[in-house]
């Protein structure tokens, strides 16, 4: 899998802001996608050494709108740790 498909987007939150001070990166990825292919993607996309990746799942919730319902999109979240020293430079600043 290309390291761009891995990768959709960085999530940019007041949390996510926060552990950015200790290293920590969080992105959207892929739900097929596993922490050896978003390690291999964040390392080739950045040019950073990553030290771990945790994943979470969120699943879709159910909204409604009048009598129909549906759900929200389900979501996969990866939390990237790197190495002692390294930054990602496009998050500098936020």
Known sequence: MDPRE????P????KATGMM???KYVFEVDRSANKTEIKRAVETIFDVKVRKVNTIRQP???RRRG?????TREVKK????L????RI???EGL
Request: charged share 25%; hydrophobic share 45%; glycine share 14%.
């Open 6 to 9: 891995v990768i959709k987007r």
């Open 11 to 14: 999530l940019i939150t007041e």
């Open 21 to 23: 001070e200790h290293g």
């Open 60 to 62: 879709g919730k159910l």
């Open 67 to 71: 009598r129909a319902v549906g759900r």
């Open 78 to 81: 990866a939390i990237v740790t």
């Open 83 to 86: 190495a002692e020293g390294q």
């Open 89 to 91: 430079p496009i998050f």
